[in-house]
């Protein structure tokens, strides 16, 4: 018996949210602040404290939708009163 591809997606999804279920990677995300993607050493923390491979945690942050997330608390308009001016 083989597995579709759609079964694996989906024993995919499910293993990554019971390893690195939302609300612990929101909390952590927050104790760590802005991850930088270039030194990569906010992921290796993440990574490290839910004993998953980088890869695997920069694809659940992703998921999540942590990077716009952060994307949008680094941007100008965010800095000011909201007005987008």
């Given at each position: 018996m083989s597995i579709s591809d759609t079964e694996e997606r989906e024993a995919n999804y499910f293993a990554?949210?019971?390893?690195?279920?939302?609300?612990?990677?929101?909390?952590?995300?927050?104790?760590?602040?802005?991850?930088?993607?270039?030194?990569?050493?906010?992921?290796?923390?993440?990574?490290?404290?839910?004993?998953?491979?980088?890869?695997?945690?920069t694809l659940r942050i992703g998921q999540l939708g942590l990077w716009t997330e952060q994307r949008a608390a680094l941007s100008p308009a965010s800095a000011n009163d909201g007005d987008g001016k």
């Open positions: 990554m949210c019971l390893l690195m279920p939302e609300s612990f990677v929101r909390s952590e995300m927050k104790k760590i602040g802005v991850i930088d993607v270039v030194d990569g050493t906010g992921i290796e923390k993440l990574a490290r404290k839910f004993r998953v491979s980088i890869p695997l945690m």
